[in-house]
């Protein structure tokens, strides 16, 4: 069966600092792979998703960056956090090739932005 | 484009009362729907999906229909329990596009 897995699960971090959450994915090969956030009391954005290695999409052009540098991982990165990066970071992964895009999601990285 | 309409919450119920969230979408073609429920301090868990016109998704007693003529797929429950309290969302997916269009999610509160 598949597990998909995020780490940290919360991370408290100044103002200015890096970031690099990790999100990877078991039992399947060439997933698509998806990041999203949701700020408090909010619904989802989607931030990044990857058809494959080295191939990342950005949907929101914002001070964060995804890299795919393995099949199953997906790391999100920033260089300099800013207050409003805090939130709830969702990893997901879906079928590829599949006509329709049912995904599945990581329990979440809780990020507070001091 | 697609998008994805949803009732506002939160949405508060005693135990034992039916639950109706309305979602309503726009789409090019044909998409496949789901719900989408995450309860407090978690990731979104597939609760039901409907892939074309007419089909029923169920799951732990909730269902929703697949109405291509209304551009709907409402979810409902004969009997909601404490434990139903959480966020729902309502998604679409088409063909063309390898990812999902959420609603805004609606808040569902259930006291005992």
């Known amino acids: 069966s598949q597990t998909i897995h995020q780490w940290p699960a919360t991370l408290v971090q100044p103002v200015g600092s890096p970031l690099s959450l990790e999100c990877t994915v078991e039992g399947t090969s060439n997933p698509n792979l998806y990041w999203y956030r949701q700020a408090a009391g909010r619904g989802l954005q989607l931030l990044f998703y990857s058809v494959g290695i080295g191939q990342i999409s950005s949907e929101v052009p914002q001070n964060l960056s995804a890299s795919r540098p393995q099949d199953r991982q997906f790391i999100l990165s920033s260089k300099k956090l800013l207050l409003s990066d805090s939130g709830f970071y969702l990893c997901?992964?879906?079928?590829?090739?599949?006509?329709?895009?049912?995904?599945?999601f990581g329990p979440g990285t809780r990020l507070t932005v001091l | 484009g697609n998008s994805v309409t949803q009732m506002e919450g939160p949405v508060t119920l005693s135990e034992e009362a039916f639950l109706t969230i309305n979602c309503t979408y726009t789409a090019t073609g044909y998409p496949s729907l789901f719900w989408y429920v995450q309860y407090p301090g978690e990731g979104l868990q597939l609760l039901l999906k409907a892939t074309k016109a007419d089909d029923k998704g169920s799951n732990k007693g909730f269902e929703a229909t697949y109405r291509k003529e209304t551009t709907s797929f409402h979810l409902e429950k004969g009997s909601v329990q404490v434990s139903d309290s959480a966020v729902y969302f309502c998604a679409l997916s088409d063909w063309a596009e390898r990812k999902l269009q959420f609603g805004a999610g609606t808040q569902v509160v259930v006291t005992p």
């Open positions: 997901a992964w879906s079928v590829s090739g599949l006509n329709y895009n049912e995904q599945f």
